[in-house]
């Protein structure tokens, strides 16, 4: 029989086989070799070896081939042209020329509209509020009643001090009346024995009998105890009866003053700006319950610093800005400053508005304002005109010492110098500089 012809069988190369494959090969080809040895035969490993290090070879040179000609440009340019040091980017510095002008001094202070004339109204006792017959924005008139405090208890105390002063005045009455009726009944005694003593004289004459002279005698130690009698009467009053009655009227007048202290009422003319009064509430005596103030004068007021107000004086020229009117201003003056800057308060008596005041010189000009609007005042301090100046940032410190780089023909050199006042972007100068030099700036 013919055999079929087989399909040829083709061999697959792998560069990486299966591990399970060449443990396979391994045992196959161990088994032949036992079989059969030759000296030419190479194992799979030492082909494996082969292939990877021709593929290396290979991939080496072709690595070669291309870098060569790259390499070669770069080292002739190299040995043609140093590369070059970038060169340092110095920035440059401002430079200022001292130069002869005025340096103002200005100082600035936020300040609101206040009444001119303001009274702090409070009640002189303590007590609770009965009724309160105005409110806070009204127009009052001087005297006008403007809150009650309850006096039901004063009230209550008062007729009962009257009444004991009623007691005490029905005492001494009874007492003087019985005293006068006593003194006019010894008084009438000594009319009577005068009179018998004077008839008596009168009768006997110049030569009296014994027994006239007795008699004369006689009527005249009655008409001496008579006298005796009506002088005794002058101090018979008991004196607690009077005192009963001082002090009932002392108490009187108390409760009649406290009673009326409960009533707040309006010291003068002008407009409650605050009150902060309700029927009930309780309030303690000198403690403000509202401000009366008077809204035709309108001025400026501000709360400054101790160093602020030193640099300030009474009568000092201002100017007045609002914030949101940019560009408008309005001159004034400082009208008032506490103790001890200003003329308000003393040593023994502490000032009870620490405000600074500053007035309009128009009183016109305040009338565009309403209470509590904010506005800036200003007030020129110090001024120097005609003084060398320069930037503040051209002038240099190091630890307190004050320095600036001038800049000429020579070069760069550090000089110090004075300073004097600062002010709107200008520091003076007062020595080490001249004008027309210039200084370098930081």
């Known amino acids: 029989m013919m055999k079929e012809p087989q399909p040829p069988q083709t061999k697959t190369i792998y560069f990486f086989k299966p591990q399970w494959e060449r443990s396979q090969s391994r045992s196959v080809k161990d088994t032949k070799s036992a079989k059969t040895f030759s000296p030419h035969h190479r194992s799979p490993i030492t082909d494996y070896r082969l292939r990877i290090t021709l593929v290396t070879f290979l991939l080496l040179l072709m ?68 009724e309160v017959f105005a ?17 039901t208890e004063l009230e209550r105390e ?66 001496d105890l008579a006298q005796l009698a009506v002088d005794e009467l002058v101090t018979a009053v008991d004196p607690q009866l009077n005192a009963n009655v001082q002090q009932a009227e002392l108490r009187i007048s108390e409760l009649q003053a406290a009673i009326a202290n409960a009533v707040l009422i309006a010291p003068t003319d002008g407009v409650l700006v605050s009150l902060n009064l309700t029927p009930g509430r309780s309030v303690t005596a000198q403690e403000p ?31 007045i800005s609002p914030p949101n009117r940019p560009g408008e ?14 003329t308000r308060g003393s040593a023994d008596v ?28 200003a007030a020129v301090i110090e001024e120097r005109p005609g003084v060398l100046w320069l930037p503040p940032a051209a002038v240099r410190d190091f630890n307190g010492r004050h320095f600036v780089v001038i800049q000429d023909e020579q070069g760069q050199s550090r000089v110090d110098v004075t300073l004097g006042i600062e002010g709107d972007g200008r520091v003076e100068i007062l020595e080490g500089l001249s004008e027309g030099q210039t200084i370098v700036g930081q």
């Open 63 to 130: 690595l070669t081939g291309c870098a060569a000609p790259s390499r070669d440009r770069r080292d002739a340019a190299s040995s043609a042209e140093p590369t070059p040091i970038p060169t340092a980017v110095v920035p440059n510095k401002p430079t200022y020329t001292v130069e002869r002008g005025d340096v103002v001094y200005a100082a600035s202070y936020s300040g609101r509209i206040s009444p001119a004339s303001e009274t702090s109204l409070a009640f002189p006792m303590s007590g609770q509020v009965a």
């Open 135 to 151: 409110e806070r924005g009204e127009t009052v008139l001087a005297g006008v009643q403007i809150a009650r405090l309850d006096t």
């Open 289 to 319: 319950v509202g401000t009366l103030a008077d809204l035709e004068e309108l001025e400026v007021s501000a709360e400054l610093q101790d160093n602020q107000m030193a640099e300030l004086a009474e009568g000092m020229a201002v100017t």
């Open 329 to 342: 201003t309005f001159t004034g003056t400082v009208r008032q400053m506490p103790y001890p800057y200003g």
């Open 158 to 223: 008062l007729a009962l001090a009257q009444a004991a002063l009623e007691v005490a005045q029905a005492q001494l009455t009874a007492v003087e009346t019985t005293n006068a009726t006593q003194r006019h009944h010894a008084e009438l005694n000594l009319a009577l024995a005068q009179l018998d003593l004077d008839f008596a004289t009168q009768q006997s004459g110049e030569n009296p009998t014994p027994e006239q002279a007795y008699q004369i005698g006689r009527l005249t130690i009655l008409r």
């Open 350 to 377: 502490p000032p009870t508005d620490e405000t600074t005041r500053f007035v309009f010189d128009n009183p016109d000009d305040a009338r565009q304002f309403q209470p509590g609007d904010r506005v800036r005042v």
